[in-house]
Each structure stands twice: as C-alpha cells, then as structure tokens.
C-alpha cells in the first residue's frame, strides 16, 4: 500500500468518510472535551483530507443537560474552535429533535457547518421532517439518519427513508446504535434503502459485537457511499467503526476515499494521546448492551446507577433491552435498577426467612 491513499479515483467508487471522532467519542468522555482536544483533533483530521468531520455533545445540538451530561463548552465554543481548524474538511453537526430545536440548528449554520444530520428512532422519521424543512433554503447539506434501526425490519427502515429523502434529505442512513448487527444484516437493510431512495446512502456503526470495521465493510459493498468512523473507534460504550483500520481496508477493496494514509495515522495517534483515558474496549457490559440492542450511550449510566445500587449492570441492560427502551429514556434506567434491587432485596428477605425457619 503507498504512503498516500489520496489518489485520483479513477473508476474506482468513492465513499465519503463521516468522522464523528469530536460528537460521538464525547459520550466515552462524559462530554468534557476542551477547545485545545477539539482544535488539535480538527486539524489533525482536516491535515488528513477526513472529508467530514463532526462536532458536538454526544446526543448533538442543544443535548447538554442534566439528563445526558453537561458538557464542558456550549454549543457554540465547540462549533467555532473546529470551524477555524477545518480549512479544508467539513464541518458536521448532529440534532435529535427535542434536545435541540430549529435555533440551534439555525446558529450552527452561522457557525459555518456544512453537513447537519438530522436524527429519529428508526420508526418514527416524521420527526425530522420540521428541521429538515428548516434547513431546505440554508444551504447545507441536510442529512437524515434513523437511529437504533435494529428495531426495525429492511422494508420499513427503506420506507423511513424514502420518508426522509421527502422532507429534503439529501443524504439517508442508519445508526447501529447498540452495536446488535452482524454483517448479514446489514448487507439486507442498505440493500434495501438504496434501492427506494436516489441519494447517498448513510451506515454509522458501533463495536459492542467486534463487528464494527466488517459492518461498514458490508455497507459499503450494498451500496452506502458515506461510512462513519471515529479515531481509534472513539465513542458510545465499545466504540465506533475504527477509522485508521476502516479506511485502509476500504481502500484495498478498491474504493476510494482520498484520504492520506501516514496523516491519518498520525491524527489516531494524537487522538489517543489526547482525547481519551484509554482506547475504547469491548467490555463484558458492552457485550451484553449489543446483544440487548440497548442504545451504547447508555454505558456509563447504566454503570454509575448499577454501583450504586449494587445491582448487576448485566441484569440492568438486559431488562432495557427487553423494554425496547431508546436515547432519551434515559430516566428509565434509574427506574429499571431501582426495580432490580428491590427484587434482589425480596429474594434475599424470602431466603433469609426460609434460613431461619431451617435454623
């Protein structure tokens, strides 16, 4: 493989690189990232010629609360660090309707993004169509992405987004947001959007299932043009898709992605350096959290309240899962741990009356 990877593509088919590195790796960071990690992160990926390169709270604009963790810069700090550090890439921002609102969407243009997603839970697409139309006459390139999109059947997430391309998406795509994919599935739900949508096909992966690099690898052979990847897979609970390990591959499979190999080498290396306390593991709850479709935000919550119960963190994903919960039902896993302990303390209590019965 040459030192560059950043060759004309010829014949070959582009896919454009979507790196959440700044957005998605905050959910692993509680959201605490500081100007000088987003503007060495920024530079180093815009150096690499990383097409997009996405900025934010872990739930997107507007999200920085109590209920998901109050991030260390507003909104707007972190939209104008990465803007000036980005000459070359574009800036991407990410919105859940309900966390932010047409303002913030309005001052992110004026931040100067370029890509803005707009974000639903698989099934319900329609909610985007307001924000979409916002963004109609701004001049960026409105995207819309459906979330946990293991919940719901190819022809339907096909339907959602033919939905979305209705409402002004120039791009669609799905989210695994638990990491719960094989490649399988995969191949069958981008088989399926690309052919009832006319635009770009988006595939954003996580890792839970150590399937993060084969899922994209999968998406982009079914026909996704644009994969998201984040530097040394930083983000929600296992993690993303790689990026230096995703866009090599890619490459060698004969799709272009004008990416320089050494530069983007080196912006993975920093990233480690400085923006996170370890490189992300699949640990034993994130295993559990894929295989229970539970949403990977969901991690360091579920964690604090489990210890703090004493409660199995095991228990608790596996009883979100089967309650389908989704983002922003965040309050239900409070509710979910404190139903646990009260079965254990039930369960303990009988045992113990049952002991001293024997005694």
Known sequence: MNRTVDEPAGDRPRIVIHDPTLRDGHHAVR?????????????AADAAGVPVVEVG?????????????RARLRDDEMLAVVREALPNSRMGVFMLPGWGTSDDLRR????????VRIGAHCTEGDVAE?????????????????????????GRLAEQCAALVSYGARAVGIFDSSGHYLPADVTERITAITAAVDVPVIFHAHNNLGMAVANSV?????????????????GAGAGNTQLEVVVPVLERMGFATGIDLYALLDAGDLAERTLMPAPPTISSESIVSGLAGVFSGFKNRVLDASRRAGVDPRDVFFELGRRQVVAGQEDLIVDVVTELRSDTTLRARDDGGRGAARS
Do not use: K, W
């Open 31 to 43: 959201h605490q990232l500081d100007a000088e990690q987003l503007r060495g992160y920024a530079a």
């Open 218 to 234: 999968a998406a982009a052979t079914a026909g996704a043009t644009i994969v998201d990847a984040c530097a040394r897979g930083f």
């Open 57 to 69: 709270h872990g739930n997107g604009l507007g999200a920085s609360s109590l209920q998901v963790g």
């Open 108 to 115: 992110a243009v004026r931040h100067g993004a370029d890509v």
């Open 130 to 154: 307001r924000h979409l139309d916002v963004l109609g006459e701004s001049g960026v390139e409105a995207q819309g992405v459906l979330l946990m999109s293991h919940m719901a059947e190819p």
